[in-house]
């Protein structure tokens, strides 16, 4: 495989993503509190076993443990002059799993600071995402996954660190939520073709929608995306469903069955990589890979 996610998806081909980081790392020990991305460090062969899960499972491409790999999300762990070490050792170990035959995504959070509120300056967060993207790309990186975006100004901003200073392939993913009225929207107002196209004109490769919403619910977002942007490949990362609250616990209810029946539809609404986010486990990705492969036989 050329590693060259546009190239693939412009010549028809439907490429296969991996699902939930998170689920994995808890099982294996992660404590509400941890850093998540401290492990690409501290334990990297069961982060290197995440990732392999999903290449077994016949994703054509993983993410990194990276999420909150920038300086405002590591500060609260004391970790903000570890930028570089972690993002470009997370990035590495999804190299390794991936191999030269499948692509690593690597994954950039939302920082958690608002513009609007100025208690950060535009500068000071296209700092820090640029400090994130060139370690994940020195470390290995094919493109860059900035996802659960919902402030459109700080995913402007992600996309041009991240296109200015490497020459990584750059996907920018929004969250959306259904309104009263039935319309998709981030927190902060924007709906899928506002992001989309805005995403685009900063310079991202690749644009779509990730977690909030289950595979059913993604149809419609992509569907919207595409009528406002004809040419553009579009990615899904869904959740196992919606959430439902279980003696405390978040539990995601869609089998990897039930995911995998909205895959057609799904690509004929104009999706052409689609993988997992909250819930979904190798088992699903599994499931949405046969389901691939028999729509495009």
């Known amino acids: 495989m050329t590693r060259k996610m546009t190239e693939w998806v412009h010549k028809g081909k439907i490429l296969v993503s991996d699902g939930a980081w998170g689920t994995f790392l808890y099982q294996k020990g992660l404590k509400a ?61 999804s190299r390794q799993a991936a191999g030269a035959d499948r692509l ?28 994130q993207a060139v370690a994940l790309a020195q470390g290995g990186a094919d493109a860059l996954c900035i996802e659960t975006m919902s402030d459109l100004d700080e995913a402007v ?18 969250t959306f939520e259904r ?34 919403n289950g595979m059913e619910r993604m149809i419609e977002i992509v569907r919207e995306i595409r009528a406002a942007c004809p040419a553009a490949p579009i990615l899904v990362h869904a959740n196992a469903g919606l959430p439902q609250n279980v003696d405390g616990k978040d539990v995601y209810p869609e089998t990897p069955e039930m995911m995998a029946s909205f895959v057609p539809e799904l690509i004929r609404a104009g999706a052409g990589i689609i993988g997992g986010c909250c819930g979904s486990t190798p088992a699903h990705i599994r499931a949405i890979k046969t389901a691939v492969d028999s729509f495009c036989k």
Do not use: H
């Open 33 to 93: 509190g941890d850093c998540p991305e401290l492990w690409c460090l501290e334990r990297p062969a069961d982060v290197l076993d995440i990732a392999q899960s999903y290449i077994k499972a016949g994703a054509d491409m993983i993410e990194t443990n990276s999420f909150g790999g920038t300086r405002f999300k590591l500060e609260r762990y004391g970790l903000a002059g570890r930028v570089a070490e972690i993002n470009t050792a997370a990035a590495r170990i």
């Open 104 to 131: 690593v995504i690597a994954s950039i959070g939302p920082t958690g600071k608002l513009l609007i509120t100025e208690e950060v300056t535009e500068q000071e967060l296209y700092d820090a995402f640029r400090e």
């Open 157 to 174: 901003l992600a996309i041009r660190a991240a296109k200015e200073n490497t020459n990584c392939e750059v996907i920018c993913t929004f």
């Open 179 to 212: 309104t009263k009225k039935g319309e998709f929207r981030t927190m902060m107002g924007i709906s899928p073709a506002e992001a989309a196209q805005a995403a685009l004109r900063a310079g991202a490769d690749i644009v779509g929608t990730n977690c909030g």
